[in-house]
């Protein structure tokens, strides 16, 4: 039988109908699981896109500030600006559980103090009180200290702020590195200076 007897046939032309009919419905279906997978990896692009950004709308950055008061031992650090270091949270998250550590290196050897814990709304500042207990008298030589300032986020990921605190004239700070350190799932963080 050849296609142009066929056509003649009523059940050779239903028969081709039918396998064209299947083919087309195989292309149809092809496009459509083609169509469904790219949107699909969009949406979940999109929804990535938005973890990441309310992620970041957690995030604190705390660090220490050097109002020129403190630099200067002026009003109203005159007399105990050795006292505190005044910090702040720059970021858009709360910072929980800020506390630190300051290292005095000293021509005698070096003394370490802890800053008393607190927490920080975005956009707080406070003066961490320098907890003295434990070294025989507050140290009043900021020539060369270095600080850490340790926190976490409402996700429970860890942060820290290192930074240095030096006089040339009046006390300035220098932040070194801040950033996440460890995800609330425990992965730490590798973390590059600056």
Known sequence: MTLATSWGDPIAVAG??????????????????????????????????EQEQMARAQEPRVFPTAPAAWTEGAEPYAGRWH??????????????????????????????????PTNLAPGDKVDMRINWQGAREPVTDWT??????????????????????????????NVQRSGMVMRADGTVVVTEPG
Not at 21 to 42: P, Y
Not at 104 to 110: I, R
């Open 144 to 173: 060369s200290v270095h600080g850490q300032l340790y926190y976490e986020d409402i996700s429970g990921a860890r942060w820290t702020t290192d930074f240095t605190v030096n006089i040339e004239g009046r006390r300035f700070v």
């Open 16 to 49: 081709l109908a039918a396998a064209g009919g299947t083919l087309f419905l195989g292309f149809v279906t092809v496009w459509l699981v083609t169509v469904t997978k790219r949107s699909v990896a969009k949406t979940a692009e999109a929804v990535k896109l």
């Open 83 to 116: 006292e505190v270091l005044p910090v702040e949270n720059g970021g858009p998250g709360v910072a929980l559980n800020v506390r630190g550590e300051l290292t005095f290196h000293l021509q005698g050897g070096d003394v370490a103090v802890s800053l008393v």
